[in-house]
């Protein structure tokens, strides 16, 4: 249903261009912000646009890292936006689908741990329903983790 395609001096203006609802832009990162991170961790970042055929649709970011920290080796779902025209098509189940696929697919890991910020129940919900559950312990700011096991 969608692709991960990666950011390239093609697609990186379009990119720019993607935006959430505005009662959705307090729990998301702009794309901007996001490729800025991606620039400075360079090594993990990956940075992805989100297509549904030929039509950019959205914007994913995974932070990959194959340190064994004592927890295990794992990934960070760091961004998921799904633009405002796009959404409440199935896109951005369909992209976290596809992330966790591209993960197990490519690199030796553990898990994935993603975070969700307080009131953002759309996102706690999807991440619920493709495996994710609450770990570890909520931060001062309200944001919880979850994380998905990509072993067994």
Same mark, same amino acid.
């Given at each position: ?21 505005? *009662?959705?832009?307090? @729990? ?9 991170? =991606? ?8 940075? @992805?646009?989100?297509?549904?055929? *030929? ?10 890292? *194959?340190? *064994?920290?004592? =927890? ?22 369909? =992209? ?9 697919? =490519? ?46």
């Amino acid at each position: 249903m969608v692709e991960l395609r990666a950011i390239t001096e093609e697609n990186f203006d379009e990119c720019l261009e993607l935006e959430v609802r505005g *009662d959705q832009e307090g @729990f998301v990162d702009s794309v901007a912000h996001s490729l800025a991170l =991606a620039w400075l961790h360079w090594e993990n970042s990956r940075p @992805f646009a989100v297509y549904a055929g *030929d039509e950019m649709v959205g914007f994913l970011m995974l932070n990959v890292s *194959d340190r *064994d920290d004592g =927890a295990g080796k794992g990934c960070e779902l760091w961004q998921l936006a799904i633009d405002a025209r796009h959404q409440r098509k199935g896109y951005g189940r369909a =992209a976290a689908k596809a992330a966790i696929e591209l993960v197990r697919s =490519a690199y030796d890991l553990d898990e994935i741990v993603t975070s969700v910020l307080p009131g953002n129940d759309a996102a706690e919900r999807l991440y619920e329903s493709l495996g994710f559950a609450r770990a570890g312990e909520v931060e001062d700011d309200g944001e919880a983790w979850m994380a998905l096991s990509l072993r067994g």
